[in-house]
């Protein structure tokens, strides 16, 4: 069966601090890895990431993705109380569907 | 561009009722829209799969008879939860794809549904 797990499931943190968000995912037919922040309503789209060692940037976030050891690290620098969210992986698969991760919560307090 | 929107945003109602659920993307034709559900503090759950003008595929322990989906144009798809019951109660999200999916999912908005 497929499966996407995220660690921590809750992390707190104050800000100005660095966190690493995991993920690994046993799934077949495997395409890409995507992450998602959800503040209360739909996802939004961060990365996606479809080869191994390349990371991805976006101002103080970033992602890296590991094929051979099925996972993938999230790490946002000098967090700020904006970034306080769901932080959501998914895979995405052959079949074009996407499957999620159980999500960390992450809350940054001033 | 690429934006889906979902309508109501909240519903509240009494458990044997149905529920409709409408997912409208904006300025794109959606030709693959999908139907997920989440549970507080859960992940995200794909309940089914929809094309347009065809029957939805629907994931392994989603009952399609209480489930109802209709793709009835490339930019509409609903979903309607018959009798609906307090188990029922959670926070459905749709996503539309101009193609067949995987990455190019946008998102709409989500609608909480409660059921007392």
């Known amino acids: ?24 995912y046993e799934v077949t037919n495997f395409r890409s890895l995507l992450w998602y922040k959800q503040e209360k309503k739909a996802p939004t789209f961060l990365f996606m990431l479809t080869s191994s060692g390349i990371e991805k ?3 103080r976030l970033s992602s890296i993705l590991d094929k051979k050891e099925l996972f993938s690290i999230l790490n946002i620098t000098a967090t700020q109380t904006g970034d306080s969210a769901v932080y959501l992986c998914a895979v995405s698969t052959q079949t074009d569907k996407l499957i999620f991760g159980t999500g960390t919560r992450l809350q940054v307090f001033p | 561009g690429a934006v889906v929107s979902q309508h ?8 044997g009722t149905s529920v409709k659920i409408e997912c409208r993307s904006l300025d794109f034709q ?26 939805a595929t629907y994931e392994q322990g989603v009952e399609k008879d209480k489930f109802l989906i209709n793709h009835a144009s490339l930019t509409l ?10 188990e029922d109660s959670s926070f459905y999200i749709c996503s539309a794809a101009k ?18």
């Not at chain 2, 959606?30 to 029957?55: D, H, I, V």
């Not at chain 2, 990455?103 to 059921?115: I, S």
Request: charged share 15%.
């Open chain 1, 1 to 24: 069966e497929d499966k996407v797990v995220q660690s921590p499931l809750s992390l707190v943190v104050h800000e100005g601090d660095t966190v690493t968000l995991n993920c690994s």
């Open chain 1, 57 to 59: 940037k976006s101002g």
């Open chain 2, 8 to 15: 109501p945003s909240w519903v509240i109602c009494k458990s």
């Open chain 2, 30 to 55: 959606a030709t693959t829209m999908f139907w997920y559900r989440q549970f507080p503090k859960q992940s995200l759950m794909l309940m089914a799969t929809s094309n347009e003008g065809s029957k």
């Open chain 2, 77 to 86: 798809s609903t979903l309607t939860v018959t009798s609906a019951h307090p």
């Open chain 2, 99 to 116: 193609d067949r999916g995987g990455e190019t999912q946008y998102f709409g908005p989500g609608t909480r549904l409660l059921v007392l």
